[in-house]
């Protein structure tokens, strides 16, 4: 493992379920990331949290709910969802350095999430 | 249009062979490029990272190239091994984020 961990690995829930998926990353990094990956689609940026602020939202419906209350967990509420939501999603850490810009980011093993 | 093009799709080769993956990106400004390798129910880790002004670089069995003139890059993959079925992600840095290509699957088989 890459020192970043991702709980629960496998989810199923209806689209009227609330559940929350959970990101802990044990590097010391200051910035941490949610992505959504879907098959045959890149990698989609979704969350940024620098210093527990969030910096960066792109466009993410909000049935999604992000929460970072230090910089080393975060959370990803979900409600609401629909079926094309489904996919593995993604948590990541990096050094995020003083000038910005992304440092190598490390992942986790991801939450593979299908709703019903 | 997704700046960063990855070829083939999907790849199978037999254990032993060598095979070489393609990445072509539109993205400017050009801070770096990674290769990334993704395991089936894993998240990604990167195999290389090249700068503006590298043209090679190796890690083990995997050698990236990276022609910032023509924006190529290409993941060459040596005596290849079962454990090298995943999927290759090339990712491009530009200026503060990272644009994702869509990756290439490679199957190794025995």
């Known amino acids: 493992e890459t020192g970043v961990t991702q709980t629960p690995r496998h989810l199923v829930m209806g689209m009227t379920n609330k559940k929350s998926l959970k990101c802990e990353q044990h590097?010391?990094?200051?910035?941490m990331y949610w992505y959504k990956q879907s098959a045959k689609k890149p990698l989609e940026l979704m969350f940024v949290y620098n210093f527990k602020e969030q910096t960066e939202n792109n466009s993410v419906p909000s049935r999604f709910s992000p929460e970072c209350p230090n910089s080393s967990h975060l959370f990803l509420h979900l409600h609401t969802l629909q079926p094309e939501d489904s996919a593995l999603y993604l948590c990541?850490?990096?050094?995020?350095?003083?000038?910005?810009?992304?440092?190598?980011?490390?992942f986790g093993p991801g939450t593979r999430l299908t709703v019903l | 249009k997704n700046q960063v093009e990855q070829s083939p799709q999907s790849l199978i080769i037999l254990e032993g062979k060598n095979c070489t993956l393609q990445c072509n990106y539109t993205v400017s400004p050009f801070s770096n490029l990674r290769w990334y390798k993704q395991d089936t129910g894993r998240g990604p880790v990167s195999l290389t990272i090249m700068t503006f002004s590298e043209n090679t670089k190796s890690n083990g069995r995997y050698t990236a190239t990276l022609d910032a003139d023509t924006k190529q890059s290409s993941l060459h993959i040596t005596a290849s091994q079962l454990s090298d079925s995943a999927s290759y992600i090339c990712?491009?840095?530009?200026?503060?984020?990272?644009?994702f290509g869509q990756g290439t699957t490679l199957q190794v088989k025995p």
């Open positions: 990712v491009v840095s530009e200026g503060g984020k990272l644009i």
């Open positions: 590097l010391g990094h200051n910035a």
């Open positions: 990541a850490s990096s050094q995020r350095g003083l000038a910005g810009g992304y440092n190598e980011q490390f």
